[in-house]
């Protein structure tokens, strides 16, 4: 009954924490978010250096370890003195996850061990924990990366304002001087309330912590743990087993089977890693070096049973510093085999090798889309091809990997949920596909998304700032467990940032859905992103509704015409050049659909990759000046509110027909990042070009100049 009552405790904490996190954010946009000063900084709360109250709530995170909180379960907006209200705290991390049963202490046997903890405020950094188990009961010990808190209670802020001084636990310090906290467990992988009390706001504020048995090492489970060799009866000598390894950007892997070794009763196993960047690997804290012989690294292990996660430690050499990153190797026991690596191959399931690498499938009907494929194999993997990028294989989750693969294919095991999107252009269609939550990492801060599922997701904590595309933050890429890097072209100017995301074993998909020629085919990559999340069949739907939305429009407006209104798109650049769609452009083209002809109507760069170019403003004004309509492409510097804005980007701007005609218009700058909206923005253009005086209130991305 015990667990029972656990879980029903877990799944309300989970309730009430999301229930919370909206609340916050609530209040937070009452209160102003986003205003100069509204943001709370880690000195606000804390009490770092002063200066610190000039940057950035996550520049003074990652300097000071410590800072701004998040809302407690029971808090609302308007919080009681003494305790901190949704506008002082940051959002909440979802700590408690799905199906953790709680571990108590008669579960272990007494001892000392290093144990993980969780703690849903990311300003509330646990860097170590030593968890004591003794007579039916556990304590742990936390040391603090920072020195703003002076105490904690075990309960929530409005339970510590009610309790007297004697249940509080003040810091002690340890010998290298850091803040530690003594505080009881309850149980292992449980959330357990703690809120803690900061020096400077002198406040309450409310975390959840929970503290991991998959970090415990084997000896401390007197029951549930590893099956031992005694218990399987192994015989001292060879073996084979297959191996699972789980951790680190998901994207590592092992040789499986791997050769087992039975001596005096010990395991040892011989881990075959599928990278070359491993320079040694820890088991309970003991170092163990690289074996020779091996084409990538490899150690023997030793393992203290099966059918268990075993915690272990791999010091990565692949980043500009040595990087050390924890993962679990469960050993099966029931697909032991006797023999060593390569005669236990049999052992290995008839579905991995059922089909060869270069098996072919149905190739997947594309109606537009012309920079990329995708091909359905016999065995349920596709296989996507992207021009001049390279393959993917997207294997459906629990599917054994095919062997035999050529080298120039990159596995991509769905599910895939762990994602860095550096392309801006894919979000919309993520957010299409209901697969927002599959990216947790962004290159794009909050303050540059336009699509509201992307702020949202930024501004609960659900999708982390990791840099821009040229300047990733690796060592969050990392910790992060990112599965997959989504890049757009640009990615190419600096290429050795494709190189280190690829060391690091992160696989780099790199996307070029803008250099499709027609707009319907830069919308067809939501088929490639529904293979990607498993949801092809919605892919499929949505690229049909948008299809048949343009419809509306009608086959005799596409295509340039005689008496075709003329159109120019362009913007001026920083250096006074008008930078103009080459006419093979999708936008050319969404121009024509809507029944204009777009000028300039020939360019020497037509053959040229790139979708735009520069023209001097002597020359773009040869070739648009008699243009019908001119339309500003604001989604590089900035909306325009006036016609005088525009003229002092190019006083020359002022003698085009369309300007003195009153035929100027301009894009709102989410137009591009809403890749889902060009059926609206095709609309928007034939609105405009066919109606005599159009309300500005019925378009969805243009607006005119006055």
Request: aromatic content about 8%; some cysteine; hydrophobic content about 40%.
């Amino acid at each position: 009954m015990r667990t029972e009552c656990e879980k029903m405790r877990v799944g309300e904490l989970k309730k009430r924490w999301k229930l919370l996190a909206a609340a916050a954010l609530l209040a937070a946009f009452a209160a102003g978010c986003g205003a100069p000063g509204s943001a709370v900084t880690a000195a606000d709360e804390a009490g770092a250096d002063a200066a610190a109250g000039t940057r950035t709530e996550a520049a003074a995170e990652r300097e000071t370890g410590q800072g701004a909180d998040m809302p407690s379960h029971g808090q609302s907006s308007q919080a009681a003195d003494g305790l901190a209200d949704a506008s002082e705290t940051a959002s909440p991390l979802d700590v408690v996850e799905d199906g953790m049963t709680p571990v108590y202490a008669d579960e272990l046997a007494d001892g000392v061990y290093p144990v993980e903890v969780d703690s849903s405020s990311s300003m509330f950094k646990i860097t170590e924990c030593s968890l004591t188990v003794s007579d039916g009961q556990m304590e742990a010990v936390m040391t603090m990366g920072g020195k703003g808190y002076l105490k904690v209670f075990m309960g929530t802020g409005e339970e510590a304002l009610k309790a007297s001084e004697d249940e509080f636990i003040p810091y002690e310090e340890n010998e290298t001087g850091a803040h530690t906290f003594r505080v009881p467990v309850e149980a292992l992988d449980m959330g357990i309330d703690c809120s803690a009390f900061s020096k400077n706001k002198e406040k309450w504020y409310d975390r959840i912590l929970v503290f991991r048995s998959d970090s415990l090492p084997a000896g401390a489970f007197l029951s549930g743990g590893p099956v031992t060799a005694k218990e399987l009866s192994l015989k001292d000598g060879s073996y084979t087993a297959e191996v699972i390894v789980e951790g680190g950007s998901g994207r590592a892997s092992v040789q499986s089977p791997a050769s087992i070794r039975v001596e005096d009763g010990k395991v040892w196993a011989t881990i075959v890693w599928s990278s070359s960047n491993y320079d040694y690997m820890k088991v309970d804290g003991v170092k163990y070096d690289l074996l020779e012989g091996y084409e990538t690294s490899a150690f023997e292990i030793p393992v203290a049973g099966f059918d268990w996660k075993l915690p272990v430690t791999a010091d990565t050499v692949a980043m500009s510093q040595p990087h050390e990153i924890g993962y679990t190797l469960t050993f099966d026991s029931e697909s032991l085999t006797v023999g060593d690596a390569a005669a236990g191959e049999h052992a290995v399931s008839d579905q991995t090798r059922a089909v060869p690498a270069d098996a072919l499938g149905q190739n997947t009907g594309l109606s537009y889309a012309d920079q990329f494929s995708i091909e359905t194999r016999e065995d349920g993997c596709s296989l996507i091809t992207i021009r001049d990028e390279g393959k993917f294989l997207v294997v459906p989750e629990n599917q054994p990997i095919p062997r035999g693969l050529s080298e120039d294919v990159t596995v991509l095991q769905r599910p895939l949920d762990h994602i860095y999107l550096a392309a801006t252009s894919a979000m919309d269609l993520f957010a299409g596909l209901d697969g927002v939550g599959n990216i947790t990492l962004s290159g794009t801060d909050v303050s540059g998304w336009y699509i509201g599922e992307a702020r949202k997701a930024m501004e609960r904590g659900k999708m982390k700032y990791a840099g821009k595309y040229s300047a990733p933050d690796y060592e969050l890429i990392l910790s992060d467990g990112c599965d997959l890097a989504i890049e757009s072209t640009m990615i190419h100017h600096t290429p050795e940032v494709k190189e280190q995301l690829e060391r690091l074993e992160i696989p780099v998909l790199v996307e070029r859905s803008s250099y499709e020629s027609h707009p319907l085919g830069r919308l067809e990559w939501v088929k490639l992103y529904g293979v990607l999340l498993g949801k092809e069949a919605e892919a499929e739907a949505i690229f049909e509704e948008q299809e048949s939305r343009l419809r509306q429009i009608g086959s005799a407006t596409e295509g340039e015409r005689e008496d075709a209104p003329t159109v120019a798109f362009f913007y001026i650049t920083s250096t006074g050049a008008a930078n103009v769609r080459k006419p093979g452009d999708y936008v050319a083209k969404m121009i024509e659909m809507a029944g204009g002809a777009y000028v300039p109507g020939s360019s020497s760069e037509h053959e040229n990759a790139l979708s735009t170019m520069n023209m001097q403003m002597e020359a773009f004004y040869a070739a648009a000046c008699d243009a019908d309509y001119l339309i500003y492409n604001s989604t590089i510097d900035g909306e325009l509110s006036s016609l005088k804005e525009l003229f002092q980007k190019s006083p020359l701007l002022a003698d085009f027909k369309a300007v003195r005609e009153g035929h100027v218009w301009c894009t709102g700058r989410s137009m591009f990042q809403e890749t889902m909206g060009v059926g609206d923005m095709i609309l928007d253009i034939h609105r405009m070009l066919t109606e005599e005086d159009p309300d500005p209130d019925d378009f969805t991305y243009l607006y005119p100049l006055k």
